[in-house]
């Protein structure tokens, strides 16, 4: 007998994760800024995704803070991918907006964000992130993301 449980014909909804996951994670190939940085997605479901990122002096601005530009380039990683789950293989998503408040100072070990989408619609997906450094909220982000088409 398979591994693979099909209910009335149909895959279990584990496989439908499974693929999920191996399609995002082959997107990220091409996230070159996110590997940079050295961030990583953690979690990566349908409309939901979280990344988490281990702070160094590099992610540091002055003050010994997570730089707004990182926590903001988080919220905006994992709102954008959250997009990027609900969307066919061959389409893109781009941020078409992003508004973040910074609530906390990031002093900690790790960095964690959330992503999940709001609604989504054809052409824009609604979005939300929160940032944690350890465990306190530091930032809360809505994004707007631009579904792209491919070329026909």
Known sequence: ???IQQTNGLPAA???????????RRKLTRQRFMHLIGA?????TAGRVEAELAMAEQHQQQRGF?????????ADLVAGFAAVTLVPDDFGVVTSDLK???LNPGVGQKL???GWVL?????????????????????KAS??????????
Do not use: Q
């Open 112 to 114: 964690k964000a959330i």
């Open 119 to 139: 609604k989504a619609g054809r052409r824009l997906h609604f979005c939300e992130a929160e940032v944690w450094c350890d465990d306190l909220l530091i930032a």
């Open 100 to 102: 973040i408040s910074y």
């Open 40 to 44: 990583d997605l953690t979690t990566i």
């Open 66 to 74: 997570a730089h707004g530009g990182l926590i903001a380039t988080m």
């Open 143 to 152: 994004a707007t993301m631009a579904v792209i088409e491919p070329a026909p």
């Open 1 to 3: 007998m398979s591994s």
């Open 14 to 24: 584990s496989d439908a994760a499974n693929d999920l996951e191996a399609r995002i």
